[in-house]
């Protein structure tokens, strides 16, 4: 293998175990991101996940329009479910350091009471605000904790929501998989009683049987990380630094269902301690190499290592301008580079707002740190730049 990918590749062991295995245990895939016996539905995406808590929202409130507050630092991508139910986003500016600009959301306040407030945990770090907390708490607003950059709960992790997202499929060797976890002890102590009341149950069913699931999207991704496994890449992905996705729909969305693919790996060869560790090390492989190339001298800010597992490794430049030469350089040696996120409008429509998120989308690239990177490879893909 002489390329870097983007996406971790399974082990072949762990492909014919799971491909040979007669059942997938949903309830035991779900154990890794459990802390005290919550109740967890397993998705397809993270969209999903949101959705169905929108979704049932609207059925408590016995409402038709309900309000969701989001962070400006927000993949558009991801709201395309929730969209589709006519509910009004309203995006809160962050801060540099990811946390809520506190300010601004009081101010929000004074506009409009949310029922719903999400926040995230970005790139794998704890950023909870107990502010925020106590504005959900205070407006009876359901608090989305959003760890779909995360790997595992941890401190600060999957501790404070009264909902946590998941999303497993971004860093582990799965074609799909989004976890949602309901926690009891919340700032809304949404209790197993409250959930039988209202049916979450039931309307769990009726989203994930929205669509059919497709047999050939799990053996596609199966396909192409069997290719990038032999070494057999016949083209290098690009990704362009200003890549804002197009407009999509619902029916464009993949099934809200997970393969069955997925659930038998999650089942047979999970070693997150080990992904946790693989992570780390790779986060520290980029600093190093990145700051040893005189290539890229001046054009990057230093990181200190990092005391968290992270999602991918995060490359700050001091301008916009030097991000866009920076990925480039990366993109022509072949490197896995991206940005993200891909912003709302309405998150572009006001920079005066949301100057720090549009700031941080032009001036931050993203190396991936998964366990498929080869330190040899990686080192020498720099040295070449």
Request: hydrophobic residues 40%; contains cysteine; glycine residues 4%.
């Amino acid at each position: 293998m002489n390329d870097l990918n983007y996406a971790p590749i399974p082990q072949l062991k762990d492909i014919t175990k799971a491909i040979f295995t007669k059942q997938s245990n949903v309830k035991s895939a779900s154990k890794n991101w459990l802390l005290n016996n919550e109740k967890s539905y397993w998705f397809s995406r993270s969209a999903w996940s949101m959705y169905a808590i929108v979704k049932f929202r609207l059925l408590v409130n016995h409402s038709t329009q309900i309000n969701v507050w989001l962070p400006d630092y927000f993949c558009n991508e991801s709201t395309v479910a929730i969209r589709s139910l006519g509910v009004k986003l309203s995006f809160y500016p962050i801060l540099s350091n990811g946390k809520p600009n506190l300010l601004v959301c009081k101010k929000m306040l004074n506009v409009e009471i949310p029922d719903i407030i999400l926040y995230v945990n970005y790139f794998g770090e704890s950023l909870f605000s107990k502010d925020l907390y106590t504005i959900a708490k205070n407006n009876n607003a359901w608090l989305i904790e959003d760890s779909a950059h995360c790997l595992k709960p941890g401190e600060g992790i999957g501790e404070h929501g009264d909902f946590i997202i998941y999303s497993p499929h971004k860093l582990l060797a799965i074609p799909d998989g989004g976890l949602l976890v309901i926690r009891q002890n919340g700032p809304n102590k949404i209790t197993n009683e409250f959930l039988d009341e209202y049916s979450f149950d039931g309307l769990y069913d009726s989203v994930i049987n929205m669509g059919k699931s497709s047999n050939f999207l799990q053996f596609k991704w199966l396909f192409k990380r069997l290719v990038h496994k032999f070494g057999l890449q016949f083209f290098h992905k690009q990704n362009k630094f200003k890549s804002d996705s197009a407009p999509r729909d619902l029916e464009s969305l993949t099934s809200p269902k997970i393969s069955w693919l997925s659930l038998k790996l999650l089942n047979n060869f999970l070693d997150l301690e080990l992904e946790a560790m693989n992570r780390k090390n790779i986060e520290i492989e980029w600093q190093e190499s990145l700051n040893n190339n005189k290539i890229f001298e001046r054009k990057i800010i230093a990181i200190s290592q990092i005391n968290y597992i992270p999602y991918m490794a995060k490359v700050l430049s001091n301008e916009c301008f030097n991000a866009e030469i920076i990925f480039a350089l990366l993109q022509k040696s072949k490197i896995p580079a991206s940005s993200w996120p891909d912003l709302a409008p309405e998150v572009l429509l006001r920079p005066d707002i949301h100057k720090t998120a549009i700031n941080m989308r032009l001036t931050c690239i993203f190396l991936p740190v998964h366990s498929s990177i080869n330190k040899k490879i990686l080192k020498s893909k720099i040295r070449g730049c």
